[in-house]
């Protein structure tokens, strides 16, 4: 039965024949599956959930027995009934989960992508059963999260279609990196959250970038109250490797150290006090490298260590200060050398930010042997090749891995456009160069966004690494929103997540591209309110924008399915509803002012002025405090759903800053009408709104 020939499906008409060498998304009626899978075949029949059973061998190990877990659940919720697993033959129809190699659960180094990797899995699916087929766990749970997305139908009718799938990925390493220092701290059972997301999207390395976020014993003082302890980091290890993710420290060895550098007992390991860079040329350094990493290796059982070595903005003054003919690419190789050599020495495969290595050429001649580099850059560029970036690389024969990211880090709104655009156009210039993989990059600089709003380009990194076709961008919100919600949800979805983006892009026209730093600024500052008056047409786009995936995201809400990040998402759309309002108001305010002409009557100011814009009864800046003071609260329970209490009070404090600011001008504006005499000109709007 489970044996049925590829003959089997090629005596199908010509017709279907040539469904499956057009682009997969041309065969609409059946779901888009995301990482697409390299070779796909679907029949006419279709396999019934109902009555069906998942089949594991005898002595089966733990990890299949999670996957057939995984797969039990996933068919459950969609029939409405148990899926058992069963260790023998069962009455009715059955999916067998192979395994015919080792375990294997985790990357290693030298891994190899392809059809004959350890990752590579097989699905054949008739009406009277089927087959997850793979050498390694890993390759089983691969096939089982196809299978899931696969699944059509609700309640007795829900199906797997008959098909045959051969899936290899086209990159041995696809990973996504999460920033826990720069910003807020997550939970720990966010990240589980996190990794449990990513592992749908068959991601295989999870980088926990930290500067000071995780307990290191002897050091009660580094990171208080925003490190993780190191019990949680072993709970999250254990957790991520049931799903096949390798977690993987991403720390900071040489810069990015100001945490440390602050405490005023270590302030003079820096090269400079209270700065972010170690002074190599300490003998003390070393010694507490030495220290922590002791203590990090047990923590992350893990082949690999990220050291960082990014950004020593104070490498060159450090070496003229050192004197005696040092220089940057001698102080930075030394300490390369140095640290790579404390986990070396452990059998760990170490990685490093590839940003100064290209910047001082001298350094990739005299880079530790074996180790792999992370050229990382966030924007899309002209240049198709990243020349900048991986031709030093490239040429000494480097090992490397790009790291792209999700720019969300200083928006609103994550800038999907931007994002998508900077994976696909790096990703394809790393196949060029034959990198190793794909770190897809999370950052949180600006202390204040949400890290679930990102999940959509997290999902296209870790997708768009795994297969070989280049993604569908104009096809991945719906695909993605279909495999994450249920279908009445995901036609909400997935439009309001196009309408965030292109809100986004319509806001950044006008702030640039931070636009979360930019919106506390003061918008009567002159070139600020000269650009405001410029791009209002903008200004209502992205309102206009905002307030329809407002619209849609209650919607799906309100259907009372999972509201796992979606709340994230709402939140984001009314903040740019409130920053478009808020620059909007600005130069209409400045318009109106300008209208009165340089000597109006009390009268006219008062009652046209002043009422329009002060008044308490719908007054614009009263509808800004309105705007501003109901979302508070819930930019603040989304926080806590995702992150622990460090720094929300620094992030509200700019929340209640700005309705004070209102409230301050609010004032002025009454009492500059109050003791306005006739004849008396005014002031320009700019100096008039500007308050100490």
Not at 531 to 553: G, P
Not at 663 to 678: D, I, M, S
Request: net charge negative; proline share 6%; charged share 20%.
């Amino acid at each position: 039965m489970l044996n049925m020939p590829l003959s089997r499906f090629r005596s199908f008409p010509y017709l279907l024949s040539f469904l499956f060498v057009m682009p997969y998304a041309a065969h609409a009626e059946r779901n888009a599956l995301l990482p697409r899978p390299q070779e796909i075949r679907y029949g006419s029949s279709q396999l019934l959930l109902r009555g069906l059973s998942i089949q594991l061998p005898p002595g089966a190990a733990d990890e299949d027995r999670f996957a057939a877990g995984e797969l039990s659940r996933c068919l459950a919720r969609r029939w409405g009934g148990d899926v058992p697993i069963v260790q023998s033959a069962a009455a009715g129809p059955v999916l067998l989960l192979t395994r015919t190699g080792a375990v294997d659960a985790l990357p290693m180094p030298d891994e190899t992508p392809g059809a004959n990797s350890r990752e590579a899995y097989s699905i054949r699916i008739t009406r009277q059963g089927g087959e997850v087929r793979g050498r390694s766990s890993a390759a089983i749970f691969y096939g089982v999260q196809t299978l899931c997305q696969m699944v059509e139908g609700y309640g007795e009718m829900a199906a797997l279609p008959e098909v045959e799938i051969r899936d290899w990925p086209a990159l041995a390493y696809r990973g996504t990196m999460v920033d826990m220092s720069e910003g807020a701290l997550p939970t720990e059972a966010e990240v589980k959250r996190q990794l449990d997301f990513l592992a749908r999207w068959k991601a295989n390395q999870y980088y926990f970038y930290s500067e000071a976020s995780i307990e290191v014993k002897g050091y009660p003082l580094v990171g208080e109250g925003a490190r993780f302890t190191q019990e949680q980091i072993r709970s999250i290890v254990s957790y991520a490797r049931e799903r096949h993710i390798d977690v993987i420290p991403c720390l900071e060895l040489y810069g990015h150290l100001h945490d440390l550098f602050r405490l005023e007992k270590y302030s003079d390991l820096a090269d400079f006090p209270h700065g972010g860079e170690f002074n190599p040329r300490n003998p003390d350094v070393m010694k507490l490298l030495a220290n922590w990493s002791e203590q990090f290796l047990p923590l992350f059982p893990s082949a690999f260590v990220q050291i960082g070595f990014d950004e020593t903005w104070e490498i060159q003054k450090a070496a003229k200060q050192q004197g005696g003919g040092a220089t940057a690419t001698q102080l930075f190789v030394g300490q390369l050398n140095s640290v790579t050599r404390l986990f070396e020495q452990h059998g760990k495969r170490v990685l490093a930010w590839g940003d100064i290595m290209v910047t001082y050429p001298d350094i990739v001649t005299q880079l530790p042997r074996g180790l792999i580099a992370v050229p990382w850059w966030y924007d899309p560029i002209r240049e198709p090749e990243y020349k900048q970036w991986l031709a030093p690389l490239v040429e000494k024969s480097v090992p490397h891995i790009v790291a792209p990211g999700v720019n969300g880090f200083t928006e609103i709104s994550p800038d999907f456009d931007l994002s998508f655009e900077n994976i696909d156009t790096f990703l394809a210039a790393a196949r060029r160069s034959k990198a190793l993989g794909l770190m897809n990059t999370i950052w949180t600089d600006d202390a204040q966004c949400f890290i679930r709003a990102m999940w959509p380009g997290m999902a296209y990194g870790a997708a768009a690494a795994w297969q070989s076709a280049p993604m569908d961008r104009g096809r991945f919100f719906s695909g993605y929103s279909r495999q994450m919600y249920p279908e009445a949800v995901a036609s909400a979805v997935a439009p309001a997540l196009e309408e965030l983006a292109e809100a986004e892009v319509h806001l950044q026209k006008v702030l640039g591209q931070d636009t979360m730093v930019a919106l506390w600024h003061d918008p009567f500052a002159p070139p600020l309110l000269k650009r405001c008056a410029e791009h209002r047409a903008d200004l209502r786009q992205a309102r206009l924008l905002a307030e329809e995936a407002e619209e849609r995201l209650e919607q799906a809400l309100a259907a009372g399915d999972d509201a796992t990040g979606l709340q994230s998402l709402l939140v984001g759309s009314r903040l740019l509803d409130y920053a478009g309002m808020k620059f909007q108001y600005a130069a209409e305010i400045a318009e109106r002012w300008r209208a009165l002409g340089e000597k109006p009557s009390p009268e006219l100011l008062g009652g046209d002025f002043v009422a329009a814009v002060a008044s308490q009864q719908h007054g614009r800046l009263v509808d800004l405090m309105d705007l501003l003071t109901q979302l508070r609260p819930q930019y603040q329970q989304v926080w806590l759903a995702e992150y622990t209490p460090y720094r929300l009070d620094e992030a509200l404090a700019r929340w209640d800053l700005e309705c004070q600011h209102w409230l301050r001008l609010q004032t002025r504006l009454e009492n500059f009408a109050e003791g306005y005499q006739q004849g008396q000109p005014l002031p320009e709007i700019e100096a008039l709104m500007k308050v100490d």
